[in-house]
């Protein structure tokens, strides 16, 4: 396959979210007196993606088949990027609000299920809106118009001053920027032709500044949102630009710096500048880091490269049932494929976030 080709799929990918290694247990998380969290919303790309990219999308950035959800109950491959659960999932689990966070474009979605939360999320997407169309998926400005359908059928299904204390009281996160920077801007380079990396940042901040303006004028008040990894150490970027010796690609990460020192002040005005809302940066670069270049600190023995395949290059409509190199315990791997964690990775995120982020946005 030519390395034109490779670039293509490896399109697919999306943003990663790591954190670090501060284990809450296998508990339900208690809150504060007077807090209440009836629903969980996840907006963004495949970190979240519980299936959207699943229906009536025709793109490479599916994973709705073998090996994707192995670990998964039934070894079912719902369209979760990993081999089993992912954040959406593992953070309604722990709160105690359901076991698993369903697709809204789950054809068999029930009233029920609106009630506590659904996903949003599309795998592949990203802020800046020509990331979404090199793929053809849908882009993040349509995750707010389902948002608005969404309210309007909670509305019909328990009144609208039900509705707007769920909006309210629930939690929104948000996960992007990783397809933007890694594929839009570097593998594809499309938009070098317009942008260098500081003036492509502050594209990728309008965009999504705009998007957290959408989610506040819907209603939302708690959103915590994910930075940029260092997204030169994941798998597939140490394949395409860390030489011989893969090592992490340095522009990538240097990107993904710059755009989150952009992030975190926007984060900042906005909560100032919003009344009533809690907008919390959540910093995921320097512990994603610190677990790629310290694995055995987590559990894990391998961090550079994924389970399935050769780990280096596979993702999505690559990484299938057809490879023979995929591992058979990914317990050991910190990556799953050459762009997203495993479950006992994952697991480590939802355990970090509840104990440093919760009792920000409660």
Request: aromatic share 10%; glycine share 8%.
């Amino acid at each position: 396959m030519t390395t034109l080709l490779l670039r293509f799929f490896l399109f697919v990918c999306c943003g990663l979210v790591i954190l670090g290694n501060q284990a809450v247990g296998g508990y339900v998380v208690k809150l504060p007196p007077n807090a209440t969290i009836p629903a969980v919303f996840m907006f963004g790309d495949s970190i979240v993606d519980t299936g959207n990219n699943n229906v009536n999308l025709k793109t490479p950035a599916r994973c709705n088949f073998p090996p994707y959800g192995r670990e998964f109950e039934g070894g079912i491959s719902t369209g979760r990027y990993s081999n089993g659960k992912v954040p959406s999932d593992l953070i309604v689990e722990k709160l105690g609000i359901k076991e698993l966070l369903p697709a809204y474009l789950d054809p068999n979605l029930q009233p029920n299920d609106l009630l506590t939360g659904v996903s949003f999320a599309v795998g592949a997407t990203g802020y800046d809106p020509m990331t979404a169309q090199i793929v053809a998926v849908t882009p993040l400005s349509d995750q707010l118009r389902q948002f608005e359908e969404y309210i309007g059928k909670l509305k019909g299904i328990v009144g609208e001053e039900r509705a707007n204390f769920i909006l309210a009281n629930s939690l929104c996160f948000v996960v992007a920027s990783s397809n933007d920077i890694a594929n839009t801007y570097f593998v594809a380079g499309v938009r070098k032709l317009e942008y260098d990396v500081p003036s492509y940042t502050d594209l990728m901040l309008n965009h999504a500044s705009d998007f957290f303006k959408g989610l506040y004028a819907l209603g939302a008040r708690r959103i915590g949102v994910f930075s940029a990894p260092p997204i030169g150490c994941l798998p597939s970027q140490r394949t395409l630009g860390g030489g011989v010796e893969r090592d992490c690609a340095d522009k990538p990460n240097q990107a993904a710096m710059l755009f989150n020192s952009k992030l975190s002040a926007e984060l900042d005005d906005l909560k100032i500048n919003l009344p009533n809302s809690m907008m919390i940066y959540v910093d995921i670069y320097n512990p994603l880091l610190d677990m790629i270049i310290n694995p055995t600190n987590y559990g894990f023995e391998v961090s550079n490269k994924g389970c399935c395949g050769s780990g280096k290059l596979e993702v999505s409509i690559l990484c299938n049932r057809f490879e023979p190199e995929t591992c058979t315990d990914d317990s050991h791997y910190l990556f799953w494929d050459s762009y997203h964690p495993t479950e006992g990775a994952y697991k480590i995120i939802v355990d970090e976030l509840i104990t440093k982020y919760l009792p920000h946005l409660v």
